[in-house]
């Protein structure tokens, strides 16, 4: 091979090994993207829908009540739920299934049906300095906060924050976060 060969060779290996680390970079601290796996998210978001989360926003500011989070299950499948409680608060979920901040009553949308099972949340929950309180917007179908095998979500366990969703194509769109 001549020089100019070999050159053009390098510059083609050292292209894409720079697409990769880039791709990497992105996907490691950035984004990265998750499929809905079930209904516990329904009507925002429903099985099989392909989100975009944003992991770096919270390398800047705490989660905030209302936003749709994702964390790792232990199967390496991700949970997808709404930020019902925040680190320091007392969350109980009555027997009429409205749920209660520090004794108040929490005002919010994304609940459509009454909670049939206030689960773990009965009497209370007393969260952490780093933990949070999540549920499902499909209360009864959803398997969460309330639940002993999920329990409160620490800080450090959320990989972030469920941003945009690209598929089905016909509801591209970003998510809706707050109350």
Not at 20 to 48: E, Y
Not at 71 to 94: A, M, S, W
Not at 168 to 174: A, K, L, N, T
Request: charged share 25%; with cysteine.
């Amino acid at each position: 091979m001549r020089q100019t060969e070999i050159r053009a060779v390098f510059e083609i290996i050292l292209y894409f090994a720079l697409v990769a680390c880039i791709t990497f970079l992105i996907i490691h601290f950035v984004g990265q993207r998750t499929v809905v796996n079930g209904v516990s998210m329904q009507p925002t978001l429903s099985d099989g829908d392909n989100l975009i989360v944003d992991k770096l926003s919270y390398r800047f500011h705490d989660p905030d009540r209302f936003d749709i989070i994702v964390f790792p299950q232990e199967d390496g499948r991700y949970f997808i739920k709404r930020i019902i409680g925040l680190p320091g608060e007392n969350v109980r979920i009555d027997e009429d299934g409205f749920i209660y901040i520090n004794g108040e009553k929490l005002q919010e949308s994304y609940g459509k049906e009454v909670m049939l099972d206030p689960g773990l949340a009965k009497d209370g929950i007393q969260l952490g300095a780093d933990e949070y309180f999540v549920l499902g917007d499909n209360r009864n179908d959803s398997m969460d906060s309330r639940m002993a095998e999920v329990g409160p979500i620490a800080g450090e366990r959320i990989i972030g924050r469920a941003w945009l969703r690209i598929y089905p194509f016909d509801q591209i769109g970003f998510l809706k976060h707050g109350s």
